[in-house]
């Protein structure tokens, strides 16, 4: 069995993406806040969603990024 | 008791106010013209009484009666100079209450008494016919429970010798004087709802109206409410008022048909009177009232919605909520609205075929001060509900003569509603408005 060694780096790197994604999460909100003009407390007690979203975000991008990386593979054979 | 009196008094001078005050604002004239009975009841016309006091006599002093005679002893222009009662343990708890007045156990002897201006009654709805006419008839300004009369014909009756009387007449709708009531409907005619789609009253209580009797033969006296005899059940005891409501939302509208189911579900003791009914009032431009009442189970209290296209109001609690409204936070809302939008791009999956789950809107307040709430549990009344008020206007009505316009009609239609509801249950059939009952009041 291969062992699958996970860097420093790496971790660093998808914890910055999903930073990102929380980051864009946030910035959602705060645009539906400010469309559907309700209270700005709704950063924080929406928290939830927010991260919810923030992990659909990130694995939609993991999924993105999966995919590029098969792609970029079989090209790289021929 | 000071306290309270004085408590009592400022919520008189405060709603005599703001019906002073809105007879000066725009389209306030237009509003109080749909509550033409509030027109004489400002802060102006009490002070114009000076110190002139309505000489009045209560007839029937069971638990309404002496929860009246409270309310009038904190009414500067009143004085209770009479009391009736057929039932001695009710008339003697009630002349407690205030020693000087006059007792009688025959309200025809009471009648013929000149020193009372006006009576108020408060007995069973089968005696409310025949002492409404004869007050009438010996001169005396009249208030009387709600409902009008056990029958149609007795209602018309009525309603035909108050248009030959120049003597003030007023029946129980107290809700007609209840601040929440009143602004409340003041919105919905203003255009606050949109336009009225429906609407739905319901009364929920788990007790079985019942009342302890001293001895067998008093059967049929204490516990009237039961038997069809003395008694309209649900309709006129409780529905009474709420139909007037719908009505009065509607301005002057009344339906055009009602089919409906009354049973005794529950308590079947020997009474007569539905304990259980689910009635469909029908306007002619398709507008309906549900209305349900049911006296064992009490999860959902008592209630009058009115439902507009853009809102809708809970009157009995005094709030309202609007259509495009919506309370959810911003995020929530976001997620539906992409949700709506992604469901009605699909052509199987558009909101006809979803179901509406119910959303949570946020409750604007009618009145500020929510005291008062009608829960529907007290088979007396609730404090601060206008049963006050309405007392107030009746007394001033008596010193000064001035009759009070609309609310015979409002009693005359709700009453007949009632009645023809009890009919439809009945019969088992739609029951249309008779024509030998509509009076020029009505707008079909
Ligand atoms: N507006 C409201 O919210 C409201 C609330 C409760 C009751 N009510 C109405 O008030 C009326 C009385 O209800 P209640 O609960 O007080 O009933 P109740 O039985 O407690 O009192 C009725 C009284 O009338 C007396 N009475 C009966 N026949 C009489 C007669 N011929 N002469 C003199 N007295 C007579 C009885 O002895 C009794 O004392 C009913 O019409 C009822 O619908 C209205």
């Not at chain 2, 009756?157 to 601040?179: K, M, N, P, S």
């Not at chain 2, 009995?316 to 495009?324: I, S, V």
């Not at chain 2, 119910?358 to 009618?366: E, Q």
Request: proline share 3%; charged share 20%.
């Amino acid at each position: 069995m291969r062992n699958i060694i996970i860097t420093p780096k790496r971790i660093k790197k998808e914890l910055l993406i999903l930073l990102v994604c929380l980051l864009i999460a946030i910035a959602v909100n705060i645009a539906a806040i400010i469309s559907y003009q309700t209270s700005w407390w709704e950063i924080l007690t929406q928290m939830g969603y927010e991260i919810a979203i923030a992990l659909v975000l990130y694995f939609i991008f993991l999924i993105v990024r999966v995919l590029k990386f098969f792609i970029l593979k079989i090209f790289s054979k021929k | 008791m000071t306290s309270k009196k004085q408590n009592k008094q400022s919520v008189d001078l405060s709603l005599r106010q703001f019906i002073k005050d809105l007879g000066g604002i725009a389209g306030g004239t237009a509003l109080l013209a749909s509550t033409p009975w509030l027109q004489s009841f400002t802060v102006d016309k009490l002070s114009e009484l000076k110190k002139e006091k309505a000489r009045l006599a209560v007839i029937g002093t069971g638990s309404r009666g002496q929860y009246h005679i409270h309310n009038m002893l904190d009414i500067e222009h009143l004085e209770i100079v009479a009391l009736c009662d057929n039932y001695i343990p009710n008339l003697k708890d009630a002349s407690v209450l205030c020693p000087k007045a006059k007792t009688y156990t025959d309200y025809k002897k009471l009648l013929e008494s000149s020193e009372i201006d006006g009576v108020v009654i408060a007995t069973p709805l089968n005696w409310h016919a025949p002492m409404v006419l004869d007050a009438l008839d010996a001169g005396k300004h009249v208030f009387c429970e709600k409902a009008m009369a056990l029958t149609m014909d007795e209602c018309k009756a009525i309603y035909e010798a108050y248009q030959q009387t120049d003597r003030v007449l007023y029946f129980g709708l107290q809700q007609l004087f209840d601040e929440k009531y009143i602004k409340g409907i003041q919105m919905i005619h203003s255009g606050l709802l949109g336009d009225i789609v429906g609407m739905r009253c319901h009364w929920f209580r788990n007790h079985d109206w019942r009342r302890p009797v001293p001895s067998p033969e008093l059967e049929r006296k204490i516990n009237w409410r039961l038997y069809w005899e003395s008694s309209g059940g649900l309709m006129t005891e409780l529905g009474s008022h709420q139909l007037e409501i719908c009505n009065w939302a509607m301005g002057q509208r009344v339906p055009v048909s009602v089919s409906g189911m009354g049973d005794i579900v529950y308590w079947k003791d020997g009474r007569e009177v539905y304990d259980s009914v689910n009635l469909v009032y029908r306007y002619a431009n398709g507008v309906k009232i549900n209305y349900e009442s049911l006296i064992s189970n009490k999860f959902n209290g008592m209630e009058n919605q009115i439902l507009g296209n853009r809102g809708t109001a809970e009157l009995a609690q005094g709030l309202y909520y609007l259509e495009d409204d919506d309370a959810s936070p911003a995020i929530q809302q976001l997620i539906a609205e992409i949700r709506d939008k992604v469901f009605s791009a699909i052509p199987a999956a558009g909101p006809s075929w979803r179901s509406e789950t119910k959303g949570k809107y946020k409750p604007y307040a009618i009145v500020k001060n929510t005291a008062g709430v009608h829960s529907g549990a007290s088979m007396i009344g609730a404090d601060a509900d206008g049963s006050d008020l309405i007392l107030s206007s009746f007394a001033q009505a008596c010193i000064t003569g001035e009759k009070a316009k609309n609310i015979v009609e409002e009693a005359y239609v709700a009453t007949i509603l009632c009645l023809l509801g009890n009919q439809a249950m009945a019969e088992q059939k739609t029951i249309y408005f008779p024509e030998e009952y509509r009076i020029p009041y009505m707008k079909f």
